[in-house]
């Protein structure tokens, strides 16, 4: 330990929420072995929240409303936030990195929007920017990518990164739960964003993917540039079309190298899509996440574990924390933004994927030609079709071979101008089919 760190190191906890609480309690149970690991005893030197008498569990004399006020403070080290949004956090973080803080951070909204601010002001100020707990919970996943796949070149990053929305569909695939429901079960377990639209509208899976594709392919990827369909659309019809197809329905954040070797680009989406009930993907349940990672030298890796909820997001802020701190101690730092390859960010419309479509159709000659013409003109072409039921109940099913999303895009709106379509009762993209 060197001469500077005969002392505890003191850490600022902005925000006392759902990880902001279990980060408390396991910097004082964990006290001896934390400073073990790190070399010099962690102590907790404030919290700030955003109203007094909320938080009965901690030290009372820590408490300030007065977040500012805490992260100048001289004799803090370390910042932990999960306060979660962006400002004042921005600003918060900003200067607790300009005045020589470490910080640790749960927070993907900011590191999706506005990363490379925070990791110029953490290079400039020779401190670590770390934020585990952003991607994936408990997950051991950016270090991963960041440091040991980092002589490796990934291809694809596939995976479930929302434990709400995945809990949600789970529950509505295995019991017939209602959406409203599940996500008022999710919210109470404290797995939901404080808004959680962001969960159920993709926001949430949308900035880790610019995370996780932000580390992979070595470019500066933001939430803009990500591709986001969320799970309010996805009904009970999609679930029931998805099963009698062996399927189940999934939210899947997708970040792929694509382009040419020439000139590469990225491709990054967030959407619902059918995956078969044979995919390892299909059986992550509950809040669980879990991330398929494709190397050209590694092959394919698997990192599978809780996603979201107190103690799984306290692990992954308190892992960081020792981190930084040894850091500190040995007067280094981590690994910075890599952002070299500079890559550009292509279009959905450009990105190959795979529908599943049913229609609900009048059963009469020629109709099949029809959609099938619909799809031609298009230049898409059709895996599989099949009829269900006769007359008034009959319905196609079709799944497409890879074709650009906006030719799948134009040829579902051409159907929907056929009066012999009475509805698409079920349009979905599909992943994890064989290749074509
Ligand atoms: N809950 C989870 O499972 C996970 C959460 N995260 C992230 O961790 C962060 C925190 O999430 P939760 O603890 O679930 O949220 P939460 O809503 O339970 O806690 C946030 C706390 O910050 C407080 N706060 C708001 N503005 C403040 C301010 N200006 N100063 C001080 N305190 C303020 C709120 O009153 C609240 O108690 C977010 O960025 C979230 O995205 C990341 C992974 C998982
Ligand atoms: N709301 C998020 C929490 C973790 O990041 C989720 O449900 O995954
Ligand atoms: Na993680």
Redesign the pocket.
Known sequence: MSEAFERPLRVALLGCGVVGSAVARLLTEQADDLAARVGAPLQLAGIAVRRLNRHPDVDQSLLTTDAEALVSRDDIDLVVEVIGGIEPVRTLLLNALKSGKSVVSAN?ALLAEDGATLHAAATANGVDLYYEA?VA?AIPLLRPLRESLAGDRITRVMGI?????NFILSRMDASGAGFAEALAE?TALG???ADPT??VDGF?AAA?AAILAGLAFHTRVTAADVFREGISEVTAADIASANAMGCTVKLLAICERSGTEESPSVAVRVHPAMIPRTHPLAGVGD?Y?AVFVEAESAGSLMFYGR??GAGP?ASAVLGDLVAVARNRISGSRGAGESAYADLAVQPIGEVQTRYHVALDVADKPGVLASVAGAFADNGVSIRTVRQEGRGDAATLVLVTHDAPDAALSATVRRLAGYDFIRRASSVLRVEGMPAD
Request: hydrophobic share 35%; aromatic share 4%.
């Open positions: 993907k952003a919970g990164v929302n434990g709400t929305t999710a797995y939901a964003e962001a969960d949430d880790k809040a996440n996603g979201a997001t």
